[in-house]
Structures are given as structure tokens and as C-alpha cells.
């Protein structure tokens, strides 16, 4: 599997877990394994996110020669 379908397979069954704590229709056992089990989809959710964002590259053209060059994403706290 790669990195795209294990994120996107993680996020949905995240959404699972939440829409599972919300409905308040399972014990409190069953309510700690999923907030844990979602904490840890959190986790690497988050990880995924976080190595995609140091891949994104911008590309610029420069005023001078008109030549494109690469800048890596400053990202939104930048």
C-alpha cells in the first residue's frame, strides 16, 4: 500500500472512530480503545502531512534570465 492510500485509508477510518464516539451508543471500554486507537491515527496522519509539506516545492521564475528555479514551501508559520 503506498503513502497516499495509507493516508487516506487512516483519515476515513479516523472519521469511523469519531462518528463511533459521538453516537455515545458503546461502552466505556469500547470508548477508551477508540480514543486511543484514534489518537494514534491521528499521529500518523499528522506524520504523513507534515513529510508531504518538506516535498512541496515552489517553482519561480526568475526576473532576470526568465529561468525557473526550485524554492522549497516556507509553509503557513513561515
Given at each position: 500500500?503506498?503513502?497516499?492510500q495509507?493516508?487516506?485509508?487512516?483519515?476515513?477510518?479516523?472519521?469511523?472512530?469519531?462518528?463511533?464516539?459521538?453516537?455515545?451508543?458503546?461502552?466505556?471500554?469500547?470508548?477508551?480503545?477508540?480514543?486511543?486507537?484514534?489518537?494514534?491515527?491521528?499521529?500518523?496522519?499528522?506524520?504523513?502531512?507534515?513529510?508531504?509539506?518538506?516535498?512541496?516545492?515552489?517553482?519561480?521564475?526568475?526576473?532576470?534570465?526568465?529561468?525557473?528555479?526550485?524554492?522549497?514551501?516556507?509553509?503557513?508559520?513561515?
Amino acid at each position: 500500500m503506498d503513502k497516499k492510500q495509507n493516508f487516506e485509508t487512516n483519515l476515513k477510518e479516523l472519521e469511523g472512530v469519531v462518528k463511533a464516539l459521538e453516537s455515545g451508543d458503546i461502552s466505556l471500554d469500547e470508548m477508551l480503545c477508540l480514543y486511543e486507537k484514534g489518537i494514534h491515527l491521528t499521529k500518523e496522519c499528522t506524520t504523513a502531512l507534515d513529510q508531504a509539506e518538506q516535498k512541496i516545492t515552489i517553482l519561480m521564475k526568475e526576473k532576470d534570465g526568465g529561468e525557473v528555479t526550485e524554492q522549497p514551501f516556507g509553509g503557513m508559520d513561515e
